[in-house]
């Protein structure tokens, strides 16, 4: 089993920054992707970014300049800076980690909320 745990949500004003933090804990070994979803009231879950092992960073369309995803292997966290955030960037803000041979494993999200 994978435990994750997300922070550093919170209220921001639109324009602004905030980095979200995702610590795994457990059975870490073979995570071979990380990456954080998104899912706002009566919207689908949304893949915001990914970090793979050897493979170039994925992200989100709607994202793409303002977010960026980095993984620190030694302390077994996933960060998401976000910078020039906008009211529609609001949402829970999910982690998520994929194990061989084991599936997916999900945090219980943060919330992010960008409002004047």
């Known amino acids: 089993q994978v435990q994750l745990v997300e922070s550093g949500g919170g209220l921001v004003q639109p324009g602004g920054s905030l980095r979200l933090s995702c610590a795994a804990s457990?059975?870490?070994?073979?995570?071979?992707?990380m990456a954080w979803h998104r899912q706002a009231p009566e919207k689908q879950r949304e893949l915001v970014a990914l970090?793979?092992?050897?493979?170039?960073?994925y992200y989100a369309d709607s994202v793409k300049g303002r977010f960026t995803i980095s993984r620190d292997y030694a302390k077994n966290t996933v960060e998401l800076q976000m910078n020039n955030l906008k009211p529609e960037d609001s949402a829970v803000y999910l982690c998520?980690?994929?194990?061989?041979?084991?599936?997916?494993?999900w945090g219980q999200g943060t919330q992010v909320t960008v409002s004047s």
């Open positions: 970090i793979r092992s050897g493979a170039t960073d």
């Open positions: 457990g059975s870490i070994s073979n995570i071979y992707a």
């Open positions: 998520s980690a994929d194990k061989t041979s084991a599936g997916r494993y």
